[in-house]
């Protein structure tokens, strides 16, 4: 039984080996098949695009062989909804399992390496990591840490700017360009988004809606306010106030009744990104600055306050928000893509939108992608970045030629999604999807100041925390090796 099942495993390798030479040459050509890639402004030309093979894509040259190495990914298990597994053990016939399991199959027959992972609970990666890089046991090849826990590894100097790792190329589209342009300092790159897993996709942050309770309530379509880019926080406010109604009639709200939006504390961070604004942002220089104290971001703090206060949100649960949904206790709920699969259950119809404009003249919506996502980090002490440089470049080719479309064209926008429209917002949250070096870092504890005490004084709570900002993110810089030019 083993044989067999081993030789039609490797049948599947020979099929992707080919479908990997007739891959999609361009961004353009994957966007036809309906998977989101970076959008890059390139020269118009009449020429038709060439089809390159896996080894001119990556750099790799044909017949490499690495002779067994064992490639170990540190990832984290599936608590909630974050995980980042890339090992599944067998073929069961569902499309995204059986995608990751041919991916690496073909991988490891492409360059004679074993491909394992050890896997444990999110709070414990951080210090398997530190221990290996202090140890300089070279015990995991790379690892995928939650968003702080990553950038945390970086400041404390135990990782490798990926930039070093010959022939790794991060304006290839398997690196997710959100996140290389969003976390670049100083022309270094210490931690990633890549298609060789998908944690970061499945934290893409998203707003729920209850179609029933649009239609009974006489609402305006959600989709259509998307699309004439009228989806403001003003028209979400409306719509959530005339929402809400005290459904078991004993004159309070509770959770017996109809809210406007369930949601939680990191609705906030995905509101002032949302809005297009940032706690720390890229300067000229390409390093990273305090952008946070403008006249700007406190306007759009007041309105999240003022959203997330109202009589019509409810954010003090977060086992709520997904239970509210299934029972039609709310017309908004906010969370993560990962619950599509939860909820494609649920016998209430729903849709899927984008975060709102902070204001109409707003030119593009914005996409938070929650902190809990797994970003890819590189041990300092690994001895051949050569080597491991070019079986990173291709584990993400082939993870966007098989596991992207798995995940993103079968599973979210065709089993998951209720209807065309979700999945047309589903494009819209995927190329706008944004990260905020100030939430990974927290210098000065700006952001718990934001997040846990949500203060009506704003230019107070930032006066508290300026020195202490200012002192660990020049730290940061120090440790990382980032001339300033101070």
């Given amino acids: 039984m083993k044989g067999i099942k081993r030789t039609i495993a490797l049948f599947m390798v020979c099929m992707m080996i080919a479908a990997c030479s007739q891959a999609a040459g361009s961004p353009e050509d994957a ?41 170990n990914a540190l990832v984290y298990t599936n608590a909630n909804w974050g995980w980042d597994e890339i090992i599944y053990e067998e073929l069961t016939g569902e499309s995204l399992n059986d995608a990751f399991y041919n991916r690496n199959l073909l991988v490891e027959s492409l360059l004679n390496i ?17 221990s290996s890089v202090t140890a300089g046991d070279s015990a995991y090849a790379a690892g995928w840490l939650r968003q702080k826990e990553a950038a945390g590894c970086a400041m404390s100097n135990l990782c490798l700017d990926l ?58 379509s959600p989709y259509e306010l998307v699309d004439s880019g009228r989806w403001t926080q003003d028209k979400m406010m409306e719509m959530m106030d005339a929402a809400v109604l005290d459904m078991d ?47 700007r971001f406190y306007d759009v703090w007041d309105k999240t306050l003022k959203l997330m206060k109202s009589d019509s949100c409810y954010y003090h649960d977060i086992g709520y928000i997904s239970s509210g949904l299934r029972d039609g206790n709310t017309l908004f709920a906010t969370e993560v893509i990962a619950f599509l699969r939860v909820y494609r259950v649920n016998e209430r119809d729903f849709g899927v939108i984008p975060m709102p404009k902070y204001e109409e003249t707003q030119k593009d919506y914005h996409t938070y992608v929650a902190e809990g996502t797994g970003l890819m980090i590189v041990p300092k002490t690994t001895e ?54 100030g939430l990974m870092f927290n210098w000065g504890g700006v952001v718990s100041t934001l997040k846990d005490t949500a203060p009506d004084n704003l230019s107070k709570a930032f006066a508290s925390t300026r020195k202490g900002f200012k002192k660990n993110m020049a730290k940061a810089f120090e440790s990382l090796g980032i001339d300033t030019g101070n």
């Fill in 163 to 220: 930039n070093t790792l010959e022939p790794v190329d991060l304006t290839h589209p398997w690196w997710d360009y959100h996140s290389v342009e969003d976390t670049t300092m100083g022309g270094k790159n210490y931690l990633v988004a890549t298609d060789i897993s998908i944690a970061d996709k499945d934290a893409i942050w998203v707003i729920y809606f209850d179609k029933q309770i649009l239609e009974d309530v006489g609402l305006e």
């Fill in 114 to 130: 074993s491909i394992t992972q050890t896997a444990r609970d999110a709070g414990a990666l951080t210090g398997l990591y530190k």
């Fill in 384 to 437: 051949d970045g050569s080597r491991l440089g070019m079986v990173l470049e291709v584990l993400g080719a082939t993870g966007q030629d098989s596991i992207l479309p798995a995940y993103y064209d079968v599973c979210i926008k065709t089993r998951d999604s209720r209807d065309e429209e979700s999945g047309r917002m589903l494009d819209i949250c995927f190329t706008t999807r944004c990260y905020d070096l």
């Fill in 31 to 71: 966007g036809q098949q309906g998977t989101p890639v970076a959008v890059r402004m390139e020269p118009e030309t009449e020429e038709e695009p060439q089809e390159l093979s896996l080894s001119e894509r990556t750099g790799v040259p044909e017949g490499t062989d690495f002779g067994g190495w064992n490639f």
């Fill in 249 to 295: 009639g004993d004159g309070k709200m509770g959770k017996r009744d109809r809210w406007g939006l369930l949601t939680h504390s990191e609705n906030f961070a995905a509101s002032w990104l949302a809005a297009g604004e940032k706690i720390v942002s890229l300067n000229a220089d390409g390093l990273p600055e305090a952008t946070y104290e403008n006249e």
